[in-house]
């Protein structure tokens, strides 16, 4: 639902909000619409009591009662969609008011209401850049059950379609990691990602020496790969985890014995990589349903590849005994089943933790609480939202320290290293 007007609202960014603005500088406060026919795309803007969508009309003009200034700060994003439009390059200055654009998206068989919240964004040239986040509703059939904000749009839908039916049939499964519905949540990355991350990690000969065991990563799901001359063929996602793992070492050491919680691990890769390195005591693997189903057989396939894959996962009919030392245990859990009592040397998340709604990581900030340590992608674009997540985590840490994410990101991520 809406690719195509997404796609062209990424694309022609730029124009809409001239548009949007040049409108609502001549007519005042008022509604854009963008109505899908075909590939192409009707643009309208409307007033108040001219808005053709009576669903729309009531909802917009309850918000506009509620809403005040030009920042989300007050409004809740509980189970709603998100979508973060690239970062623009803007010259400001602190007279420049920057409005909500109220956003019409309607693709033939249905319309949905979007609030475009602005969110200055500190570029690394020292200037500043604007990102619209947009805001809408969700249908009742697209509800983040699971407390996934992502879940609630069509791309997190197919993704989670994706990994079920990658679980069950043996063809999906040899090319889930090249299909479009999966690569736009996970997203793969570019060949020069991975130029970087080689760049950066040549000089760890452990890393080094582990390079065949590492390429094992991708015979799983039949990704893009490329040819880095002197190391050979990689995904750029599997030398994501190698990067992952490096600024592991880098904080935490080897973290040998550690108990180890992954919140959020897609089909298991970072899992897969880290079991090369770390002789943990247990690692808890903790993903929704879907993509916990795809890596149970991620991690068969795996120890089918290689004995020395150092992944040995317990099915779910025995996550509760945790009395098996066997090293390298792998227990795969809902996050539901978490048990609330267990302790973990460190907490690992890749943007899972931050992408769960306000009851989400209300509910499952517990298990931060166990935790010793953590490591933390984030992504938060709503200042207020991260500012409350970082004071909650200074309650039970010592230190939350941030630092930008080693590839260039478009959309402001930072990691999070939290330490008690």
């Known amino acids: 639902m809406f690719d195509v007007l997404l796609a062209l609202l990424e694309k022609n960014q730029v124009n809409l909000i001239e548009i949007f603005l040049k409108e609502r500088k001549e ?24 808005i053709p ?39 400001t200055d602190k007279d420049t008011v920057i409005p909500i654009w109220n956003l019409v998206l309607d693709d033939g068989d249905n319309h949905v209401f ?27 059939a697209t509800v983040a059950k699971n407390n996934w904000t992502v879940e609630a749009t069509t791309n997190g839908q197919k993704y989670l379609q994706k990994c079920l039916d990658s679980s069950l049939s043996y063809s999906l499964f040899m090319t889930f990691r090249s299909d479009s519905s999966f ?7 570019k060949k020069e990602d991975g130029d970087f991350i080689l760049q950066r990690v040549s000089n760890d000969s452990d890393i080094k020496n582990n390079f065949d065991k590492i390429k094992l990563n991708d015979k799983i799901g039949s990704p893009m790969v490329y040819n880095y001359k002197n190391y050979g063929y990689f995904s750029p996602g599997t030398l994501k985890h190698v990067n992952t793992f490096y600024e592991l070492k880098e904080h935490f050491g080897y973290m040998k014995n550690w108990n180890i919680l992954e ?3 897609g089909y298991g890769g970072l899992c897969h990589i880290l079991s090369y390195f770390v002789k943990w005591n247990k690692y808890y693997f903790v993903e929704i349903k879907e993509p916990l189903e795809l890596v149970k057989k991620c991690f068969m396939y795996i120890e089918s590849l290689s004995q020395d894959s150092g992944i040995c996962w317990k099915p779910q009919d025995n996550i509760l005994n945790e009395t098996d030392e066997t090293k390298n245990n792998v227990i795969c859990l809902l996050p539901e089943e978490v048990n609330e009592n267990t302790k973990y040397d460190l907490f690992i ?3 899972g933790f931050c992408e769960l709604n306000e009851k989400g990581i209300e509910k499952y900030m517990f298990i931060l609480e ?31 320290e941030e630092y930008p994410v080693f590839l260039k990101s478009d959309w402001g991520d930072y990691v999070w290293i939290c330490k008690k």
């Open 349 to 351: 998340s890749e943007f």
């Open 27 to 50: 007519k005042g406060e008022g509604l854009f619409t963008i109505i899908q026919d075909g590939n192409k795309a009707d643009i309208r803007y409307y007033s108040p009591d001219k």
């Open 114 to 140: 979007f609030q475009g919240f602005p969110q200055e964004v500190d570029l690394k040239n020292g200037e500043s850049g604007l990102q619209y986040v947009l805001v809408g509703e969700p249908h009742d």
């Open 370 to 400: 166990n935790s010793i340590n953590a490591y933390l992608s984030m992504n938060l674009w709503d200042k207020h939202k991260k500012k409350t997540l970082k004071d909650k985590l200074l309650t039970m840490f010592k230190t939350v």
């Open 263 to 265: 919140f959020g691990g």
């Open 53 to 91: 969508y009576d669903d729309i009309s009531k909802e917009y003009n309850e918000k506009l009662k509620d809403i005040t200034g030009n920042t989300a700060d007050k409004i809740k994003v509980n189970d709603k969609w998100i979508i973060t439009l690239p970062i623009l390059q803007i010259e």
């Open 183 to 189: 690569c736009k949540i996970i997203i793969p990355g």
